[in-house]
């Protein structure tokens, strides 16, 4: 990509004079200008390449201008760019048969929605309509999107400027065996104590209220936080001991990202709703929805399901799901992202927590991997405070600024880096990647007490 100043002073202008940002003081930005991308990696308009260890979003599974990808929303635009949604299409029941095929258990059923945050807003309308209740309990460390209900339903602080406080949502404490809020000392003990936590909390809210508990099967923007044995099918014992909904949460970390087409495969658990977005079709046009239970979907049989989207089930969007089903099998993209996360990947970072004092743990699955870095192992006191920004948040933009300056684009969050490259990342790309997020860890060493 060679440079050009006058599109990247274009690009930039425009963008400053008009393009209104998500989740920023408007005037404290710099967005980058793009100019191109492919697979793993994208240039800007000075001629910098950036290896891109975040997927964008987390959601760029198949990486940049993927030629199948491509090639079936040119096609599908070729033949029918659009139809509404109470029609039947050729794509969009093909993509929701074979998101059944790989979903567990007996969701067969798939409504479709433009993205995460409004297919995590239709599962909870499906599961208050279904049980008569309202409350629904989430986890504090979470992101279940940005509209009304995903918003109050994230424990994270995005919520804190949003939150409806309208009574409709408690929020609970997950496992988290780094920093454990129940002061277990083994995996064994906290999947238990968190399992205990949350049936006090269901009691407590009184059980005949609540309507559904959301979890995401990984937590992903807050901690790659995987859940110990035992917790996950825990939780499910819980839903079916109180009549609750249990909504999997699959936005991030579903097709793929863990080497699984649905993370709770991994966990051997089936929930009555996934909500999905994101992977399904690497963000090429945008796609999200929620797989629903036979016993949900028949609670609609005869009564109305009362919503609905103008684009549910768009055909470019759907066509490039189809593709990504044959992508995922011919490439056996599944069996690919297991191998580097177990072969590449995880002895990479465990090597970099012994080389380096300001990491404190890492942890992850598949191609979804967390470094958690502190200022003292022995405390574990996190590096930058909790939702620093800042000042406060220098020594993490100093380590993101030491990966951007070596090539590398990366995810950071809080006091971790996160490692989710494109599911089709080379393994040359994935080890150098690795080895420029292990000499910029320097940068975080020097903090440490
Ligand atoms: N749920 C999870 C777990 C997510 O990570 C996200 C987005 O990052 C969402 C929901 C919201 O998805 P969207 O931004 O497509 O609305």
Redesign the pocket.
Known sequence: QLPDAAADAQVRADDRGHVFHSWSAQAKIDPMPVAAGEGSTFWDYQGNAYLDFSSQ?VNLNLGHQHPDLVAAIQQQAGRLATIQPIMANDVRGELARRIAEVAPGDLDKVFFTN???DA?EYAVRMARAVTGRRKVLSMYRS????TAA?ISLTGDPRRWANDPSDGSVAHFFGPYAYRSPFHATTEAEEAQRALEHLENLIVLEGAATVAAVII?TIV??NGVLVPPAGYLPGVRALCDKYGIVYIA?E??VGFGRIGEWFAVNHFGVTPDLITF??GVNSGYVPL?GVVISDRIAAHFDDVAFAGGLTYSGHPLACAAGVATFEVFERDAILERVRDLGSRIVEPALRAMAERHPSVGEVRGVGLFWAIELVRDASTREPLVPFNASGPDAAPMAELAAACKAAGLWPFTHFNRVHVAPPLVITEEELVRGLAIIDEALEVADRYVA
């Open positions: 979003l993205g995460g945050a995590n992101y279940h999107g940005g995903a995401e992903g923007t949460d936005v991030m977005a994101k999200g």
